[in-house]
């Protein structure tokens, strides 16, 4: 019974989730299909009404599958580029790279730009969490390091249309395209804390150089790959800390799967327990001194807005 119960829920989500025209005709037809196969399993006395019931989950499962992605959709403006990558041997071209304006957080001067760094100046690898509410949910992102250059920020999001705001029942029945976003930390980290007054740490990774360079081109394949064919967004198979674990063992990092790499609201905690941060401090202190709002508000549109952000973080080891 249950799991005739969590089938018809799943149906009905994904029917209601679905690519059907109308939100009124999604309601109608996933509680249309709820009542039948209620009917169906618990009151009608039909013959076989177990194969029905699952003839019409079936229907509805292979119809789920078949609904694709799409790169041509009325797209937020924070979203609205899709960025790709030509690797030459040492240096990397980025077009798409993202870098507003804000003067407040609906205000703000569209603009993307092109970059070129170079691979043989990659020098550390630094993570952000981000959090809407202080929790076992949050954001995570990467910042690559260069020494001749600014950091290049990469965030795995949800790509949003005009109107549209995360929901994440929703992101589990392909609501919502994947992006990720490229651009600097003047654009990615300040609209988080100045303007939509996210809670945002950044710890400082210890990874060598070279473990950072195997995880950049990872990245650089996959932005790639995703400006040719677009992908679902989901949240608990393909988003922002599931991918970068995911990258960072297709770059040779050693571990196991761990629960915080679900609840990535906790995985600062990973980080710590795994060796992956300085852990000279406590996890308490580490934490307190990894909160970057403050000095991200007093920064604002600073040119030196990255050095700033990191002036006062405990030193990175390795």
Not at 81 to 109: A, C, E, K, Q
Not at 245 to 258: H, L, M, V
Not at 261 to 279: A, K
Request: with cysteine; glycine share 4%; aromatic share 12%.
């Amino acid at each position: 019974m249950l799991c005739q119960v969590l089938l018809i829920t799943w149906c009905a989500l994904a029917i209601y989730y679905s690519n059907l025209p109308w939100s009124g005709l999604r309601l109608a037809a996933a509680v249309c299909f709820a009542a039948v196969a209620i009917w169906v399993v618990w009151i009608s006395r039909l013959p076989r009404k177990s194969l029905i019931f699952f003839a019409l989950c079936l229907g509805v499962i292979v119809w789920w599958i078949l609904i694709p992605p799409s790169h041509d959709r009325p797209w937020r403006p924070d979203v609205a580029v899709m960025p790709r990558v030509v690797v030459d041997g040492d240096r990397v071209r980025i077009t798409g790279v993202r870098d507003f304006d804000y003067r407040s957080l609906n205000d703000f001067h569209v603009h993307y730009g092109d970059r070129e760094v170079q691979l043989s100046h990659l020098t550390g690898l630094d993570f952000f969490v981000s959090y809407w509410s202080e929790g076992l949910v949050g954001h995570t992102f990467l910042s690559f390091i260069f020494d001749n250059a600014p950091p290049l920020s990469i965030s795995i999001e949800t790509r949003p249309e005009v109107g549209e705001g995360f929901n994440p029942i929703a992101s589990l029945f392909k609501q919502f395209e994947l992006i990720y976003v490229v651009g600097n930390e003047r654009d990615l980290v300040r609209v988080r804390t100045n303007y939509r007054k996210e809670t945002v740490y950044l710890y400082r990774l210890n990874s060598s150089p070279e473990q950072v360079r195997r995880l950049l081109l990872v990245y650089l394949e996959r932005i790639n790959e995703l400006a040719d064919r677009p992908e679902f967004y989901h949240l608990l198979s393909n988003s922002c800390t599931i991918n970068i674990i995911r990258y960072a063992n297709a770059a040779g990092r050693a571990g196991s799967f761990d629960i915080r790499h679900l609840l990535n609201g906790l995985i600062d905690s990973y980080l710590y327990h795994s060796g992956r941060v300085d852990t000279t401090l406590p996890f308490d202190e580490l934490r307190r001194r990894s909160l970057i709002n403050a000095v991200a508000q007093a920064a604002d549109n600073a040119p030196d807005f990255s050095e700033r952000i990191r002036a006062s973080l405990p030193t990175v080891r390795r």
